[in-house]
C-alpha cells in the first residue's frame, strides 16, 4: 500500500523531485500546493497532477499523508512543526531551521508524534562521502583528528535569482542572512562519516564590503554584515573540524570535505580527490572513481553488456557514480531527472520507503538538528568575536533498532 504526498512549494528547486515522487511505485497520489495559483496551474498542466492545494493550512486538512516542504528557507522548521502536528511525515529542504528554539521543538514534535521527519540534505549522499564512510566503518582512517568541509557559492553564481524567487518583493530583507545559518551541506559530510557531532565553536566573520548592501546591518531582518564565516568546532570524539561558509568569494562553487586520520586520510581539491596512507602503501587517484556521470541499468536477468544494456531514454541512473547503489532505486527512476551529484533519487526513494515501513531514514530529525545548531551558534561567536560557545545536542533518536542505508 503506498502514500499520498502533498509538495508545499512548486518552485524551480520542486521541479526536480515533483516526477521523482510522481513516478515513485510506493506513492499513490500527488498533492501540488502552493499560495501563488497560477504557479500552482501552471504545474498542475505541466506535470500532469490535477490535485491542487492553496495553502499549507489547506493541506494539512486533507488526507495526505506526507508532507514535502520545499519553500523558504526561514519557514522550514515551523512549517514542518504544522504538518507533523497535523499528523502528516515531513521531507524538508535544507536547512532545518534557523534557531535553536525552533529546531528543540521540531525535534520535540518528532518525539511527540512519532511521525517520519527527514531533511533533504543533499551532501549525505555524495560520492565522497559515500567512500569516507565506507573507508570510516572498515577503520581505514584509524582515529579522526580532524576534518575540513566547505561550501562555496557567490552570489554572482546565481544567488540573486534564487533570492529573488524566495523573497519576492522583499528579497533585500531575507537576503543577507548569515552564512552559517546555511551550514548543512558542509556540517553533514563530516558527522555522517564519523557519528561525531559538534560541541563547542569558535567563529570569526568576514565583513562584507560589495555595494549591493545586503549585508548592512540595517538591510536584513538578521543585523548580519558577514557575508563569509569560517568557524573551528570540537567534536564529541575528540577530534576538531573547520567549517566555511563563504558568499563572496573567487572560486567557481563547492560542497568539498577533507578528513584526516592517524591511519589514513581523505583529500579533495580543485587538482581533485585522493586517499593516502601513513605507511605509503597507498596512494589512489578517486576521480573516476567519484565522477557522476551515470551509471547503466540491465534487465534483471540479463548481463550487463553490449545491447542488454537498459535504454530507457540515455538507459541510465542519470547523474550517479560508481559508488553509488543504484541497484536499491525503483526501475521507475531510470532516465528520470537526478541532481546534487546523484542525491535527488536517493532522498527521494529514502524518504518513501521510511514512510512506508516505519523505519528510521537517513538525515531524521536528531541528525538534521546536528547538522543545523552548530551553525547557530557560530554565527552567534561571530558577532562576539570569536567567543567559544557550547553547542547544545538534542541526543540520539530514542529506541533505534536502525538507520536506512
Given at each position: 500500500?503506498?502514500?499520498?504526498?502533498?509538495?508545499?512549494?512548486?518552485?524551480?528547486?520542486?521541479?526536480?523531485?515533483?516526477?521523482?515522487?510522481?513516478?515513485?511505485?510506493?506513492?499513490?497520489?500527488?498533492?501540488?500546493?502552493?499560495?501563488?495559483?497560477?504557479?500552482?496551474?501552471?504545474?498542475?498542466?505541466?506535470?500532469?497532477?490535477?490535485?491542487?492545494?492553496?495553502?499549507?493550512?489547506?493541506?494539512?486538512?486533507?488526507?495526505?499523508?506526507?508532507?514535502?516542504?520545499?519553500?523558504?528557507?526561514?519557514?522550514?522548521?515551523?512549517?514542518?512543526?504544522?504538518?507533523?502536528?497535523?499528523g502528516k511525515h515531513v521531507?524538508?529542504?535544507?536547512?532545518?531551521?534557523?534557531?535553536?528554539?525552533?529546531?528543540?521543538?521540531?525535534?520535540?514534535?518528532?518525539?511527540?508524534?512519532?511521525?517520519?521527519?527527514?531533511?533533504?540534505?543533499?551532501?549525505?549522499?555524495?560520492?565522497?562521502?559515500?567512500?569516507?564512510?565506507?573507508?570510516?566503518?572498515?577503520?581505514?582512517?584509524?582515529?579522526?583528528?580532524?576534518?575540513?568541509?566547505?561550501?562555496?557559492?557567490?552570489?554572482?553564481?546565481?544567488?540573486?535569482?534564487?533570492?529573488?524567487?524566495?523573497?519576492?518583493?522583499?528579497?533585500?530583507?531575507?537576503?543577507?542572512?548569515?552564512?552559517?545559518?546555511?551550514?548543512?551541506?558542509?556540517?553533514?559530510?563530516?558527522?555522517?562519516?564519523?557519528?561525531?557531532?559538534?560541541?563547542?565553536?569558535?567563529?570569526?566573520?568576514?565583513?562584507?564590503?560589495?555595494?549591493?548592501?545586503?549585508?548592512?546591518?540595517?538591510?536584513?531582518?538578521?543585523?548580519?554584515?558577514?557575508?563569509?564565516?569560517?568557524?573551528l568546532f570540537r567534536m564529541?570524539?575528540?577530534?576538531?573540524?573547520?567549517?566555511?561558509?563563504?558568499?563572496?568569494?573567487?572560486?567557481?562553487?563547492?560542497?568539498?570535505?577533507?578528513?584526516?586520520?592517524?591511519?589514513?586520510?581523505?583529500?579533495?581539491?580543485?587538482?581533485?580527490?585522493?586517499?593516502?596512507?601513513?605507511?605509503?602503501?597507498?596512494?589512489?587517484?578517486?576521480?573516476?572513481?567519484?565522477?557522476?556521470?551515470?551509471?547503466?541499468?540491465?534487465?534483471?536477468?540479463?548481463?550487463?553488456?553490449?545491447?542488454?544494456?537498459?535504454?530507457?531514454?540515455?538507459?541510465?541512473?542519470?547523474?550517479?557514480?560508481?559508488?553509488?547503489?543504484?541497484?536499491?532505486?525503483?526501475?521507475?527512476?531510470?532516465?528520470?531527472?537526478?541532481?546534487?551529484?546523484?542525491?535527488?533519487?536517493?532522498?527521494?526513494?529514502?524518504?518513501?520507503?521510511?514512510?512506508?515501513?516505519?523505519?528510521?531514514?537517513?538525515?531524521?530529525?536528531?541528525?538534521?538538528?546536528?547538522?543545523?545548531?552548530?551553525?547557530?551558534?557560530?554565527?552567534?561567536?561571530?558577532?562576539?568575536?570569536?567567543?567559544?560557545?557550547?553547542?547544545?545536542?538534542?541526543?540520539?533518536?530514542?529506541?533505534?533498532?536502525?538507520?536506512?542505508?
Open positions: 500500500m503506498g502514500i499520498t504526498v502533498g509538495m508545499v512549494g512548486v518552485g524551480a528547486f520542486a521541479q526536480s523531485f515533483i516526477p521523482l515522487f510522481k513516478a515513485h511505485p510506493l506513492v499513490d497520489d500527488v498533492v501540488l500546493c502552493d499560495l501563488d495559483a497560477n504557479k500552482l496551474r501552471q504545474n498542475a498542466e505541466k506535470h500532469g497532477i490535477p490535485r491542487t492545494c492553496p495553502s499549507l493550512d489547506a493541506l494539512c486538512d486533507t488526507d495526505v499523508d506526507a508532507a514535502v516542504i520545499i519553500t523558504q528557507n526561514w519557514l522550514h522548521a515551523p512549517q514542518a512543526i504544522q504538518a507533523l502536528r497535523a521531507y524538508s529542504a535544507v536547512p532545518t531551521g534557523i534557531t535553536v528554539e525552533e529546531i528543540a521543538g521540531l525535534v520535540k514534535t518528532v518525539e511527540e508524534t512519532g511521525k517520519v521527519y527527514m531533511l533533504g540534505e543533499t551532501s549525505y549522499y555524495y560520492p565522497a562521502v559515500l567512500y569516507c564512510r565506507a573507508q570510516y566503518a572498515k577503520g581505514a582512517f584509524g582515529h579522526v583528528v580532524y576534518g575540513e568541509a566547505e561550501y562555496y557559492h557567490d552570489w554572482d553564481h546565481g544567488l540573486y535569482d534564487v533570492m529573488k524567487w524566495r523573497g519576492g518583493a522583499r528579497w533585500r530583507e531575507f537576503a543577507g542572512g548569515p552564512p552559517m545559518h546555511y551550514p548543512t551541506h558542509s556540517t553533514s559530510q563530516i558527522i555522517s562519516v564519523t557519528g561525531a557531532h559538534m560541541t563547542h565553536v569558535s567563529c570569526q566573520g568576514f565583513v562584507d564590503r560589495t555595494d549591493d548592501g545586503l549585508y548592512r546591518a540595517d538591510a536584513n531582518r538578521w543585523q548580519n554584515v558577514f557575508s563569509n564565516e569560517a568557524a564529541s570524539d575528540g577530534s576538531c573540524c573547520r567549517i566555511n561558509e563563504f558568499r563572496r568569494i573567487g572560486h567557481p562553487g563547492t560542497v568539498r570535505m577533507c578528513l584526516f586520520g592517524t591511519e589514513g586520510s581523505f583529500e579533495h581539491n580543485s587538482a581533485g580527490s585522493i586517499w593516502v596512507t601513513k605507511d605509503r602503501s597507498q596512494s589512489l587517484r578517486l576521480d573516476a572513481l567519484l565522477e557522476c556521470k551515470g551509471m547503466p541499468v540491465r534487465r534483471t536477468g540479463e548481463k550487463a553488456e553490449g545491447m542488454d544494456l537498459v535504454t530507457a531514454e540515455d538507459g541510465t541512473h542519470r547523474d550517479v557514480s560508481p559508488l553509488h547503489p543504484v541497484e536499491r532505486l525503483p526501475k521507475e527512476f531510470i532516465g528520470l531527472p537526478n541532481g546534487h551529484a546523484g542525491a535527488h533519487q536517493f532522498l527521494v526513494d529514502d524518504f518513501v520507503q521510511a514512510c512506508v515501513d516505519g523505519s528510521l531514514p537517513p538525515n531524521h530529525v536528531w541528525m538534521a538538528a546536528r547538522y543545523a545548531v552548530p551553525g547557530i551558534l557560530a554565527h552567534e561567536s561571530a558577532m562576539n568575536g570569536g567567543r567559544l560557545m557550547e553547542i547544545p545536542d538534542f541526543g540520539d533518536p530514542p529506541g533505534v533498532i536502525g538507520v536506512r542505508d
